[in-house]
């Protein structure tokens, strides 16, 4: 009997086998987890078509996160297969990868719209629809941030703005939902080599120098951020709601690099 046994989860923003997303489906389902997915689009699709497979799901839904009535679809066809859903997992975010270097001075008023829109705003959208499945049992929702939210980090730009919101609305949620048993929570990986942090200006470099100075000497791996995801949504994190949980090998905690690293 796993963690996870008995529950049921939507797992959104699976891009490849390298994604936070695939590293945390992948754990709950070694934890006895039931899972469906979202994806974008038809390659996504293919893409996720056979990851999905390995984990025992048939449960794929095309969404378009900007869309009302692509949600609005996807979160029907998963009620007719689920009457009810145990966790949520959000690792969505997009921002134009042309502004996610230089200066954050130069964001355009349209990329910043549509950052905030998918990166953040999707986030309320998905809980809204998925709150009614919860009602019953209670349940967890998850997104994924990262400490450019509250810490300037070169080139990160509009998605450090972005994240700093989806942090704030990771509290609201939880604190409205609270009441009906259902917990919201961010976790927050340092740099992680995916599809998404390969997007940002200096990645390599970003990855590195965590790497050098982290207090453990080491980034997160995918198995470590899914067991985290793991404990949130098991009975073990019931009273665990309203946090940006660090899986960074401490990185956040630091004022200044490491001695031999100055």
């Given at each position: 009997?796993?963690?996870?046994?008995?529950?049921?989860?939507?797992?959104?923003?699976?891009a490849n086998d390298r994604s936070i997303a695939w590293g945390i489906a992948r754990a709950m389902h070694e934890a006895g987890a039931e899972l469906a997915f979202t994806h974008q689009g038809a390659a996504f699709g293919a893409r996720l078509a056979p990851l999905a497979e390995s984990v025992g799901s048939d449960m794929l839904f095309d969404v378009d996160v900007c869309d009302d009535?692509?949600?609005?679809?996807?979160?029907?066809?998963?009620?007719?297969?689920?009457?009810?859903?145990?966790?949520?997992?959000?690792?969505?975010?997009?921002?134009?990868?042309?502004?996610?270097?230089?200066?954050?001075?130069?964001?355009?008023?349209?990329?910043?719209?549509?950052?905030?829109?998918?990166?953040?705003?999707?986030?309320?959208?998905?809980?809204?629809?998925?709150?009614?499945?919860?009602?019953?049992?209670?349940?967890?929702?998850?997104?994924?941030?990262?400490?450019?939210?509250?810490?300037?980090?070169?080139?990160?730009?509009?998605?450090?703005?972005?994240?700093?919101?989806?942090?704030?609305?990771?509290?609201?949620?939880?604190?409205?939902?609270?009441?009906?048993?259902?917990?919201?929570?961010?976790?927050?990986?340092?740099?992680?080599?995916?599809?998404?942090?390969?997007?940002?200006?200096?990645?390599?470099?970003?990855?590195?120098?965590?790497?050098?100075?982290?207090?453990?000497?080491?980034?997160?791996?995918?198995?470590?951020?899914?067991?985290?995801?793991?404990?949130?949504?098991?009975?073990?994190?019931?009273?665990?709601?309203?946090?940006?949980?660090?899986?960074?090998?401490?990185?956040?905690?630091?004022?200044?690099?490491?001695?031999?690293?100055?």
């Amino acid at each position: 009997m796993g963690l996870l046994s008995g529950k049921r989860g939507l797992v959104m923003g699976v891009a490849n086998d390298r994604s936070i997303a695939w590293g945390i489906a992948r754990a709950m389902h070694e934890a006895g987890a039931e899972l469906a997915f979202t994806h974008q689009g038809a390659a996504f699709g293919a893409r996720l078509a056979p990851l999905a497979e390995s984990v025992g799901s048939d449960m794929l839904f095309d969404v378009d996160v900007c869309d009302d009535e692509s949600l609005d679809a996807a979160f029907e066809a998963l009620g007719q297969r689920w009457d009810t859903l145990d966790f949520l997992v959000h690792a969505i975010a997009f921002s134009d990868k042309s502004e996610l270097q230089g200066r954050f001075l130069n964001t355009s008023r349209k990329n910043f719209k549509h950052s905030m829109e998918i990166s953040c705003y999707s986030f309320i959208e998905v809980a809204r629809r998925a709150h009614p499945m919860m009602v019953a049992n209670g349940g967890t929702m998850m997104t994924l941030t990262y400490q450019g939210s509250n810490k300037v980090v070169p080139n990160y730009n509009v998605m450090g703005v972005a994240k700093a919101a989806l942090e704030s609305t990771t509290r609201y949620l939880a604190n409205d939902l609270g009441p009906e048993g259902i917990r919201v929570n961010a976790l927050s990986p340092g740099p992680m080599k995916t599809l998404a942090g390969a997007a940002i200006g200096g990645a390599r470099r970003s990855y590195k120098h965590t790497e050098a100075n982290s207090p453990l000497r080491s980034n997160a791996t995918l198995e470590a951020v899914g067991g985290t995801a793991v404990w949130l949504a098991s009975d073990a994190g019931a009273f665990t709601t309203g946090e940006v949980i660090h899986v960074d090998g401490g990185f956040h905690v630091l004022g200044m690099p490491q001695f031999d690293n100055l």
